[in-house]
């Protein structure tokens, strides 16, 4: 990935959007705790839509891509500009990930329902990328402040 | 906010997802990224149980409006109409009409006051 598109990646990244000790271990609980960490920060118009609606993008087919990551993501009319939250469970949790391991990362990504849809694609795209270093993988599984992980989603060849 | 205008935005939410996973250029990149998108038909039973939910009148005006624009349902903010970003009337923004769904007289999209 090029330092541009590096920087721009983490322009999405806000410390008030990172939990770095997910309470939850269940995978609705997840979801729940992480949209109501948004609305707390004001980003979500009303928490139950972005539930809904992330809930039936898991049956559609689950965001957890295996290795211990998921990327929950969707449009809504709820939420009021494209946002990145990041958070970790340092026990995991069932996702019902695709390789059938447990899930320690999250990177849930919303877009409004009217634009923004080609950018989360793209935020998606390059995040999947990044996590494809299995050194990087290892760092963020361990991450707990927003310095280190910006230095890790930084780092060029890690 | 009314119970049905709560129902029409939750299916508003579920039909986009649906246009996005048929959008071929879109479903292939999710595919090619990972995403396995086998769910197609759960989220056409959900959306269908859910229309049913919505009055009938309401569910065709609706219906009608996403014939031409992915967002036929959405809050107004300020004093423009964020679908064709026309001024509404004042006669808007009245105290009796605050709870009902209004309609943008230049491109016919659903409003309401959040
Ligand atoms: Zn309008």
């Not at chain 2, 009148?57 to 959405?74: M, N």
Request: proline share 3%; hydrophobic share 40%.
């Amino acid at each position: 990935m090029k330092s541009m598109e590096a920087s721009k990646l983490i322009s999405f990244f806000e410390e008030d959007f990172c939990i770095f000790h997910l309470r939850s271990r269940k995978k609705m609980s997840v979801l729940t705790e992480m949209v109501h960490h948004l609305a707390l920060n004001n980003r979500i118009s009303d928490e139950q839509f972005i539930i809904e609606m992330l809930k039936n993008r898991e049956s559609l087919g689950s965001t957890g891509l295996g290795n211990g990551v998921a990327f929950p993501h969707g449009r809504s009319l709820a939420i009021k500009e494209l946002s990145v939250l990041f958070a970790r469970s340092a026990s995991g949790v069932d996702f019902d990930a695709l390789d059938g391991k447990t899930t320690k990362l999250f990177f849930l990504i919303l877009a409004p329902s009217d634009k923004g849809s080609d950018t989360y694609l793209a935020i998606l795209s390059e995040l999947i990328g990044l996590i494809q270093k299995p050194a990087k993988l290892k760092s963020l599984y361990e991450v707990t402040d927003f310095p280190s992980l910006v230095k890790i989603l930084e780092e060029k060849d890690q | 906010m009314k119970d049905e205008h709560r129902l029409l935005i939750a299916l508003q939410d579920l039909d986009i997802m649906i246009k996005e996973v048929k959008d071929k250029v879109t479903s292939r990149e999710l595919q090619s990224l990972g995403f396995k998108l086998t769910g197609l038909n759960e989220l056409q039973d959900a959306r269908d149980k859910l229309a049913k939910k919505v009055p009938r009148a309401l569910l065709q005006r609706y219906e009608k409006l996403t014939q031409h624009y992915t967002v036929a349902i959405l809050p107004v903010t300020g004093s423009l109409c964020l679908g064709c970003f026309v001024k509404l009337p004042t006669s808007f923004f009245s105290a009796v009409s605050r709870n009902e769904l209004q309609t943008c007289e230049n491109c016919g999209r659903l409003l309401y006051i959040p």
